[in-house]
């Protein structure tokens, strides 16, 4: 059971790695591009880049925070089940 757990445990890092280290991941989408290139307007490059890059940041968390949470959920229904069967305190 433990061999399962840790392949599946591993499965999981595999998938949230290829997630948020590839290059699809770290984009934003066509309408929060064009919020950014409104609002920037005449701002320099420089400007541009900074507030794209903090806007993919932000876009990031956003995606990850419902993962955690449910994955925190996932795991603590596992361990309680678990502790049901085995007959634990």
């Given at each position: ?26 984009s934003q989408c066509a ?59």
């Amino acid at each position: 059971m433990k061999r399962k757990l840790n392949k599946i445990f591993a499965i999981m890092a595999l998938v949230l790695s290829f997630a948020l280290f590839s290059s699809e991941a770290y984009s934003q989408c066509a309408m929060c591009r064009a919020t950014v290139e409104s609002n920037v307007g005449t701002g320099s490059k420089k400007a541009e880049s900074e507030v794209g890059s903090g806007l993919n940041t932000g876009i990031l968390y956003l995606m990850v925070v419902p993962y955690l949470l449910i994955g925190t959920v996932g795991f603590l229904w596992y361990k309680s089940n678990k502790k049901k069967k085995s007959g634990g305190a």
